[in-house]
């Protein structure tokens, strides 16, 4: 095997088919995600949304339902509006959703990814972690959970 190849690997997590995770600029500190690598783009369950300005800039405030199958805990946070994009569902249905950047938390690291919101209360999942989010950071192993969980990203 390449030596490259070999570093690189020993580099990326391990993490399984399902994680818990953290969401700190959106004030999200636990939110449970399925890991999808079919899925191009992360996306996260958001309700009451609204789009608004300030400072120049496009704004988007809206709420979350951090728990499975709950309506509890709700909390309400906004994001620097970054796209509206058309995205595709796993039903093969097109719609346009809008996007923000957000810090991800996972075990102890941290880092940018980009979030579409959309309707998931009926999902499994209030966000589903897609390939771009973990590209070259992270190795999934499809028979296991919560790898990452054991361990909680340091604050900031």
Known sequence: MNKNVSA??????????????????LKVERIKVKVDTGA?????????????RRGGKSMVRFSVHPLQRSHAGAIRTTAELMDRRKVRSS???SEM???IH????????RWAIELNLT?????????LLGR???????????????????KVAPRR
Not at 8 to 25: D, F, S
Not at 138 to 146: H, Y
């Open 40 to 52: 191009r783009t992360s996306s996260l369950h958001a309700f009451d949304v609204e789009r608004f």
């Open 132 to 150: 771009e989010a973990i590209r070259r950071r992270c190795l999934v192993d499809s028979g296991r959970s919560f790898l990452s969980s054991k």
């Open 102 to 109: 957000t810090e991800l938390a996972m075990g102890e690291d």
């Open 119 to 127: 309707q998931r209360d009926v999902m499994g999942f209030r966000m």
């Open 8 to 25: 690189a690997k020993k580099e990326q997590m391990i993490i399984g088919w399902r994680e818990w995770v953290g969401l700190p600029e």
């Open 97 to 99: 959703r809008l996007v």
């Open 91 to 93: 039903s093969g249905e």
